[in-house]
Structures are given as structure tokens and as C-alpha cells.
């Protein structure tokens, strides 16, 4: 049996990121989004979701390199101070001191954007991921993630592949033997009792994000699917002058959506015998 879940990270960052993931739900294949809650458009987004769109997944986008932190700026001090003027850092800020990190105080803000999931949702969340990959910058921090989904009954982003593909965002803080060492003590986590206990899917597939052919991309991945669940990542937008300025990766969003939103790509689906769930159906 193959099934797939298509989850579309961002949710909330702008409100044609929003729309466009929407759209992308309604017209094409993506079945699941994960948002991120501090954002000022993510809650009016989640509520225009939960009407319009009622088979959507919500899951919760983690967040610790982007934005302001939900709770307070004196709460989270070790983190904030990693940004400066009470903002988060940027990826690689993060990256590179991701140890020095109280993981009490990651803790407190990751709840509390759960927390703000759940007052607009009315539910917990599907399931946890992490803007960049954060929560698998550290032990400390996949940790933190695998409580908080425990203590929530949901799902996680966390087969053996997400591992890898983060390995090429560990590979910033050294040479080839640290990033073999932290993707060592991740799979230590990975293997615990606390971590088996947990819902994920089977297989993680990154290969869509960046890719310079999307739709060919996204066509070779489904042709190719392997028994089991396989959730493919991806960032549909529509066109958004905010948020160009937010990232470079603008425009290859609005591929994203073209090719997620190709003609007959449920039907073929169906054909090839593939299911399209969520994350609560794992």
C-alpha cells in the first residue's frame, strides 16, 4: 500500500503564502500544512482554512530563525539574544550556537505557539515540523519536539531521511566528521523508546524544494513512490512582492504551486493506486 501526504511548510509567513497553499490544497494534491504562529496573518489564515478548507491538515511549523518569539523577549533570552532587538536569529546564527540554547526556555516559546495553534483551531495540532529544520540542529532540540508531540498526541516530520536532509544545513557548523557526529547522536534520539511512541511517516522526500524543474521533479517523485506513507515537502505560493522581501525563495514558490496544481494529477494518482491522507491518518 502506498500513501502520501503533501505538506506545504509556511503557512501564515504572507497572506498569499496562505492563499496559495490553499489553492494548492483545492486544486491539486497538497493535503497538509504546518503554520507558523508567530506571523501576524496566521491566525485570520487558519480561521479562512478551517471554513474553506476543512479536509486541510493544520499541523504547527515550529519556529526559531524567523520573526519574533511569541512569548515575551525576556522569556526566551537565550534566544532572542542570538538575533538582537528581541527578534529571533537567522538560520545560520542559529546554527552555528544552537548549543547554547536553553532548551527549557525552547521549550516554553514552542509551546506557547502550539498553544496559539490550539486557541484559533480549537484542537491540537496534526502534526510538528520546524522552520529550517531547527529542531533537529541539536539533541537538545529533537528532544524538545518529540515532548511536545508526545504531550500533544501528534504526529512529527521525523523519518531517518529528514536526518539527511538536514545534514546539509548541520554541515555549516563543520567539517564532514562533526555533521557525521550530530547525525549520530540524532539518530541516538531517533531510536529511543520516547521516539518509537510517536506517529511519523515512513519515508521524507526533500527533492521538490529548490529543484529547477518542478513539475518534472514532482513527476519523477510519484512515479517512483515507495511502499508505505511518504510525505513530500514543498512551499506553494502565488507571486508576493512581501514576501520577496522576507526571502529569495519567491518565485520558485509560484513553480511550486504550478506544478502541485497540474491537470489530472489526482486522477493519476488514483490510477497508480496512491491514497492522499494527513498526518492524523497515520
Known sequence: MRRLIVNAD???LTPAVSSGIRHAHQAGIVTSTTAMMNCASTAEALETAR????????????????????????????????????RFPQREALLERADELDPGEVEAEW????????????????????????????????????????????????????????????????????????????????????????????????????????????NAILGALPEGTTEIMCHPAFDDPELARLTSYNAPRVNELKALTQPGLRARLDAAGVELITFRQL
Open 10 to 12: 509556511d503557512y501564515g
Open 111 to 218: 509551546r506557547a505557539q502550539i498553544e496559539a495553534f490550539v486557541a484559533v483551531v480549537r484542537r491540537p495540532p496534526s502534526h510538528l515540523d520546524s522552520h529550517h529544520h531547527a529542531s533537529y540542529f541539536t539533541p537538545a532540540l529533537f528532544t524538545v519536539m518529540l515532548k511536545l508531540a508526545s504531550e500533544y498526541g501528534c504526529a512529527v516530520r521525523m523519518p531517518p531521511a529528514t536526518l539527511e536532509a538536514a545534514s546539509a544545513v548541520l554541515r555549516a557548523r563543520g567539517g564532514l566528521p562533526q555533521v557525521a557526529a550530530a547525525l549520530a547522536a540524532l539518530r541516538r534520539v531517533l531510536d529511543s523508546p520516547q521516539a518509537a511512541a510517536i506517529r511519523r511517516p515512513d519515508h521524507f522526500e526533500s527533492r521538490f524544494y529548490g529543484s529547477e524543474t518542478p513539475a518534472g521533479q514532482l
Open 51 to 86: 471554513c474553506d478548507c476543512p479536509d486541510l491538515g493544520l499541523g504547527v511549523h515550529l519556529v526559531l530563525s524567523a520573526g519574533r518569539p511569541v512569548l515575551p523577549p525576556e522569556a526566551v533570552a537565550c534566544i532572542v539574544r542570538l538575533g538582537g532587538d528581541g
